[in-house]
């Protein structure tokens, strides 16, 4: 009789995937979203697009 039969070992190989795939994600890469520039308020036209951006959001979703 062997030491250890098939289901131990697929016990023991998905304890060790579990584990790889924490070790991955706390050690893996972290993608970091860049915020939005704050606008200030002597930038103008940068508040024109945004109200302009805003607008056509509000109007698109009053026609959908």
């Given amino acids: 009789m062997p030491l250890l ?6 016990i023991i190989a998905g304890t060790l ?10 050690f893996g890469p972290r993608k970091r979203a ?7 308020p002597g930038d103008l036209d940068a ?4 109200q ?4 056509d959001d509000h109007h698109r979703s ?3």
């Fill in 47 to 50: 508040w024109k697009a945004e």
């Fill in 17 to 26: 995937l579990v584990l790889v795939g924490l070790v991955g994600l706390a």
């Fill in 62 to 64: 009053a026609a959908a």
């Fill in 34 to 40: 860049e915020p939005e520039p704050e606008l200030l």
């Fill in 52 to 55: 302009h951006r805003s607008s």
């Fill in 5 to 10: 039969e098939l289901p131990h070992w697929l």
